[in-house]
């Protein structure tokens, strides 16, 4: 972050400017001024309502003289605001902040603006964070209210990280994808306050929110999480939780059940985020696998062959269709069409190579074409794999050289596909912009030669923060002077999967290193909000200002809302030992709590106790009576904000019973003991139980839900369904 502090323009000495009930405060906008800029206005009064005993009115003219005042905008969009300041406006861009104070002979007040629109509603949330609102994923935290000091503040930032993206929608019903409009609204609203810019909408080919066809086949599968359904039974633990609901759903889905009816909700759906967060002043991109489509498809192309994937729900180019297909761009084409003019408000379109690429046949002449784009210093096929190979990210060895071998074949695919400059031009003669996203980082040296041109890159590295904290390397050998590069930051695994997860103090190596090397910015990867409010907290702080660590900005945001160090000291524990079981369950398992059928029941099979889900079970337990006795003392609000986390970790600590109590179940009904086995089902059932019955007391948000109808479907129902076989034996 760039902060200038200066002499504030027009500021008395020494003046003071503390308002009592009886003060009146006018917010000026200009006349004319753009929409987000009568926003920034309206929440500004709404702010000062809360904050200060004071008699705030928004107006678009001077009030009479000595009394309070506040300008919106800048001086291209308020005239008001122009006239008084004159030349003094500070250069900035178009993401820059001001906050300053001024005082001439009739009026005294602030100035509260930005480069841009969007810049100016970020100065009105920073200027409430400046008197101690904390901004969260779900709410606004505000401290009691108090005397206005406007005196003397000037303040001038510009962040060091321009882009600072927020991914959504993704699958599984832990995540977004289980969230309705009005839950989306919200977040986006705070993410907006937490300075966000941009919003990626992460979208499957199987899912109801495109419509297309080619060559006579025309998509016909519209689904959520992987065809899934989630009944609930009047005797489900944690019912109480989902409103009496029969069967979980995202709600804008409820009742429809047809191709077509899927597909306008869908629609519906994502128009709907897309104007919110326009409304809000942040860019709109549409995350695709474009190389990947449902398994209709594979009539009209007979080298269309099964994906690798959860439940094969895709086909994808085999050996039979070489990346110079015609008709193969041309179905490609066909589906980018489709997103760019179904949502014609998007501005940017991130295409993701395959995770699993299958179409490594062709990789020899791919890689010639590539080469001749990277010159003289191309390494070999040969050289790439050896590196691909011998890297210690989860895609090495085998998987790392089909990996780079599919890249390569995908990479020469999208410079045919995207050398047509009117597959991403909008309706209205904007182009949109195009990512590439998971570049393999063997090509990170010459990202800027082997991607499209003009392209920007979105990086992924490896699945959790502490995986690409022990590749760090990598980051300083992509060359951003010439190539706009993202990475995503993954702030919670859905391979780590449904526990309690921490990153924050990884993200903090991630964050510097991002300034350091002069990348772009970042996009997040999580599914549950759960826990994640202190590390999104710390991402938008940093973001700006480099010099903010996790610890300082873990005290800024728990010292402010609790006035207590003593329970941010507290809780900085206990997300530490939150941290450090995710990073143990990465390291010893990635997949343990993976929210998919047999989640719970492949523990039902014997075998030895692994010793490391005992020190497990210890960071968890430490971590839950450290946020619980974070509670002592601290603010009454903040006690219920509290109280969430605690019972997260309390519910995770049943879920590692259940866990334990399977295995041991399943080791006595292998020695011939069901005395035993039944009585190890019947603890692991109390346990899914309790667990799932302790979330149900906190339930915060669609994802809570989701994830009570998952541990319903994955556990407790086999569960009980074994126990009670067994029972009957």
């Known amino acids: 972050m760039r902060i200038i502090i200066a002499i504030a323009f027009m500021?008395?000495?020494?003046?003071?400017?503390?308002?009592?009930?009886?003060?009146?405060?006018?917010?000026?906008?200009?006349?004319?001024?753009?929409?987000?800029?009568?926003?920034?206005?309206?929440?500004?009064?709404?702010?000062?309502?809360?904050?200060?005993?004071?008699?705030?009115?928004?107006?678009?003219?001077?009030?009479?003289?000595?009394?309070?005042?506040?300008?919106?905008?800048?001086?291209?969009?308020?005239?008001?605001?122009?006239?008084?300041?004159?030349?003094d406006w500070p250069k900035v861009s178009d993401q820059g902040l001001v906050i300053r104070s001024f005082k001439n002979d009739k009026h005294s007040g602030l100035v509260v603006g930005g480069g841009s629109p969007a810049a100016t509603l970020w100065s009105v949330y920073e200027l409430g964070h400046h008197f101690g609102i904390r901004y969260v994923l779900r709410e606004d935290l505000y401290p009691d209210k108090q005397p206005l000091d406007i005196d003397a503040l000037d303040i001038v930032q510009e962040p060091g990280l321009k882009t600072r993206t927020w991914r959504t929608v993704n699958d599984f019903p832990i995540g977004p994808e289980s969230w309705g409009l009005d839950q989306h609204k919200v977040v986006l609203r705070q993410l907006a306050k937490l300075k966000f810019n941009s919003v990626m909408l992460s979208v499957y080919p199987w899912q109801p929110f495109i419509d297309y066809e080619f060559a006579g086949v025309k998509k016909q599968t519209a689904m959520l999480w992987f065809g899934e359904r989630y009944p609930i039974n009047s005797d489900s633990p944690g019912r109480t939780g989902l409103g009496g609901v029969k069967e979980f759903t995202n709600p804008t889905f409820a009742g429809k059940q047809t191709y077509e009816e899927m597909t306008q909700a869908g629609t519906k759906l994502l128009r709907g985020i897309i104007k919110e967060s326009k409304r809000l002043g942040m860019s709109v991109g549409v995350s695709i696998t474009p190389l990947e489509f449902p398994t209709e498809f594979a009539k009209a192309f007979p080298g269309l062959e099964p994906a690798r994937g959860l439940k094969n729900l895709t086909v994808a180019p085999g050996a039979k269709l070489p990346p110079d297909s015609a008709k193969l761009k041309q179905l490609v084409a066909a589906r980018i069409r489709a997103y760019v003019e179904t949502y014609p408000g998007i501005d940017t379109l991130y295409v993701t190579l395959p995770e699993f690429p299958e179409w490594e046949q062709h990789v020899d002449s791919s890689w010639k074409e590539l080469a001749s784009r990277i010159g003289n210093d191309a390494p070999t096929v040969a050289e790439l794999i050896k590196t691909a190979r011998s890297r210690s990210t989860v895609a090495s060895g085998d998987r790392g050289e089909s990996a780079i071998k599919g890249n390569i074949v995908s990479l020469a695919f999208m410079q045919r596909l995207f050398a047509d400059s009117e597959l991403l031009t909008r309706s209205d003669g904007k182009r949109v912009e195009l990512v590439i996203t998971a570049v393999d980082d063997a090509l990170y040296p010459y990202l800027d030669r082997v991607v499209p041109q003009g392209s920007s890159t979105l990086n992924f590295i490896d699945y959790t923060a502490r995986r690409v904290v022990e590749n760090r390397e990598k980051l300083g050998t992509i060359p951003t002077e010439r190539v706009r590069s993202r990475l995503i930051m993954t702030l919670a695994d859905d391979n780590v999967g449904v526990l309690s997860q921490a990153a924050t103090r990884g993200l903090g190596e991630l964050m510097s290193d991002l300034h350091k090397h002069g990348w772009d910015g970042f996009s997040t990867r999580y599914w549950m909000l759960a826990e994640l409010d202190p590390t999104v907290y710390y991402l938008s702080r940093a973001a700006w200002d480099p010099k903010v660590t996790p610890r300082s900005a873990h005290d800024d945001l728990f010292t402010t809302i609790t006035h207590k160090q003593s329970a941010s000291d507290r809780l900085w524990i206990g997300f530490g030992h939150i941290e450090a079981a995710t990073e143990l369950t990465d390291k010893e398992n990635l997949g343990f709590a993976f929210p998919v059928p047999n989640m719970l029941m492949k523990y039902y099979a014997p075998g030895p106790i692994p010793e490391w889900w005992e020190k497990q079970n210890e960071h968890y337990t430490e971590a839950m009576i450290e946020l619980y006795r974070s509670r002592d003392g601290a603010r009454p609000y903040a006690q219920g904000f509290l109280f969430y986390y605690a019972k997260r970790s309390e519910y995770v600590?049943?879920?590692?019973?259940?866990?334990?109590?399977?295995?041991?179940?399943?080791?006595?009904?292998?020695?011939?003991?069901?005395?035993?086995?039944?009585?190890?089902?019947?603890?692991?059932?109390?346990?899914?139980?309790?667990?799932?019955?302790?979330?149900?007391?906190?339930?915060?948000?669609?994802?809570d839900r989701g994830l009570i109808a998952v541990l319903n479907a994955y556990g407790y129902r086999p569960i009980l369904a074994e126990y009670e076989k067994l029972v009957d034996e």
């Open 653 to 703: 600590l049943d879920y590692l019973t259940t866990v334990k109590a399977l295995r041991e179940a399943a080791n006595a009904k292998a020695k011939g003991d069901k005395e035993e086995a039944v009585a190890q089902l019947e603890t692991a059932l109390e346990a899914i139980y309790n667990a799932i019955d302790t979330l149900g007391d906190v339930v915060q948000d669609q994802s």
């Open 11 to 87: 500021v008395v000495a020494g003046s003071t400017n503390l308002l009592n009930a009886a003060d009146n405060i006018t917010v000026v906008v200009g006349q004319g001024a753009p929409d987000i800029e009568h926003l920034a206005a309206q929440e500004l009064v709404s702010q000062f309502r809360k904050l200060f005993d004071a008699n705030v009115v928004l107006s678009d003219f001077l009030p009479p003289p000595r009394e309070n005042v506040i300008l919106i905008g800048s001086p291209k969009t308020n005239r008001t605001l122009r006239e008084v300041i004159g030349d």
